[in-house]
């Protein structure tokens, strides 16, 4: 069986350094904010080269508390892609507010710049572009039509911490970034956590406010915040794995070109790097023909795959009060049919890589 992803094979060349960082807080008994959390997000302002980190409870709190921040409204509309994650538009939703989607670049699965200034109107208040697979979004061209209309850039780095766009670490490339520790990416923790990148003072108070109840001082509330804090626990294992970071990217993007070079059938496209990027590969994605028997040819090899993401967020249930129909984003909808990511962790062998090829081409043939 070849797993999408083996988290037993990182913790084990790690384990006595994260057994006793997790020891550490145990000794403290300080769970909650404190000076692990505080280290963790001095550590990411260092790595990612910003001002300001404020560690929260995931990734999908770092967009709503951004958000919250800027004081997004009923009424108020965020353009964004409806090729991502839920989170990256639910956050909108959440406050009321409504999802406005623009169609994505078909080689790159990221938004498309050239289809933002159309869909803004007087109540667009801010853009959420998303370095989807790890790979960063065409950001100067957003920022300057951003800047055009007043708007703010909240950049969904959630796959993409340490990814680079002309030279700048991913996350830092809006007017605030969310990350995501969510087990699963290239900086993951032992359950939920995430984090918001800003070089905006003001902005970075009011989420260090709100991720504690909208209260400052204690039990004096000036906003209704929320709970969402990063755990110390996970600040803990977090500042372990970062330290490893660009080494487990390395290691992605050494297998990507791996896969790169093997792919030699014109059945399987392989991922298309903008000049601009470095892509960190949180997944490595093929668009194929014939995609879902492939995916049940390579389950019955005992490969394992996924797709993200079946069905683009203008065609969920719980969007269809946007009013949106089949047929309004072709390519984000030609995506969900024809896309399947590819284990590709850094621990995975050459041996199994070549076997994942070979099946390919077996189901081709
Ligand atoms: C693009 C994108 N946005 C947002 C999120 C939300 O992050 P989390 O799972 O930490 O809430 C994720 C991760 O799952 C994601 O991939």
New binding site residues.
Partial sequence: MIPLLDLKAQYSQIKDQINAAIRDVLESQYFILGPTVSDFEKNIVAYTQSKYAIGV???????LLSLMAIDLRPGDEVITTPY?????ASCISRLGAKPVFVDIDPKTYNIDPNLIEAKITLRTKAIIP???YGQAADMDPIMACAKKHQLTVIE?A??ALSATYKGKKCSTLGDLG?I???P??NLGGYG???MVITDNEELAEKIKILRVHGAKPKYYHDYIGCASRLDALQAAVLNVKLKYLDQWSQGRQKNAKEYDALFSSKDVQTPFIDEHCQHVY?QYVIRVSKRDPLRDFLKEKEISTEI?YPRPLHLQKCFADLGYKEGDFPESEKAAQETLALPIYPELSQQNQRMIVDTISQFYN
């Avoid at 409870?57 to 967009?63: P, Q």
């Avoid at 991502?84 to 990256?88: K, L, P, Q, V």
């Fill in positions: 409870a995931s990734g999908s709190d770092a967009l991502t994650f839920f989170s990256t998303v370095d989807l969904d959630a796959q969310a995501s520790f969510f699963s990416k939920d956590g995430g949180n993200y």
